[in-house]
């Protein structure tokens, strides 16, 4: 048993030179990845960590960017909106200013076409009036000569005797009127 116990404590324990050259190949292995892979990492790990916080710090700029554009053009929007709205505003009011100058004009128009009328429908009454008392005037002469027997050729006497029955009939006329106006 004392040899087996023996060989098992040399089992466990190597030799000394294994260790001696373990440690030389360990110590010059640690050397190589301190010197030549460990900077390596670490300036690759620096740049991927300045790419990502890089990259955060562009995206927090471009959505810090974004949201400055959507801003300026939620204001542009409103101020488009606002003009929009005093464009609307000013053609509501122009069209209203000429509605009422084309309705000032049209009553104008209707009131001087109605003046013209009128005067002309008084130019035309007087006419009438005046061919009607020729006509009367002659016919009532010539019935007056045919009832008296008397020719009333005189002029100024026939003008007279016209004169003073038109004035007897405007009179009657009036008269008639006046008493159903009181009615």
């Known amino acids: 048993m004392k040899l087996l116990a023996a060989s098992d404590a040399q089992i466990l324990m190597p030799a000394w030179s294994e260790v001696i050259v373990g440690l030389i190949a360990f110590a010059a292995v640690c050397f190589v990845l301190m010197k030549f892979v460990f900077p390596r990492m670490e300036e690759t790990f620096r740049a991927r960590v300045d790419a ?24 542009q929007l409103a ?13 509501r009011a122009d069209a209203a200013a000429i509605r009422d100058e084309m309705l000032a004009k ?6 001087r076409v109605i003046a013209v009328g009128k005067e002309q429908l008084a130019a035309e009454r007087q006419t009438l009036i005046r061919e009607l008392r020729s006509d009367i005037g002659s016919l009532a002469v010539d019935l007056a000569s045919r009832i008296v027997g008397d020719s009333l050729a005189d002029e100024a006497q026939r003008r007279g005797t016209v004169d003073r029955f038109l004035a007897e009939i405007e009179a009657d006329g009036r008269a008639s009127t006046g008493a159903a106006g009181r009615r």
């Not at 990502?52 to 204001?75: D, P, S, T, V």
């Not at 101020?79 to 053609?91: K, V």
């Not at 049209?106 to 009131?111: I, M, Y």
């Open 106 to 111: 049209a009553n104008e128009e209707r009131d």
């Open 52 to 75: 990502i916080e890089g990259g955060l710090k562009r995206a927090e700029q471009a959505q810090a960017e974004a949201n400055q554009l959507l801003e300026q053009y939620r204001e």
């Open 79 to 91: 101020e488009a909106r606002t003009e929009a709205a005093g464009i609307r505003d000013e053609a």
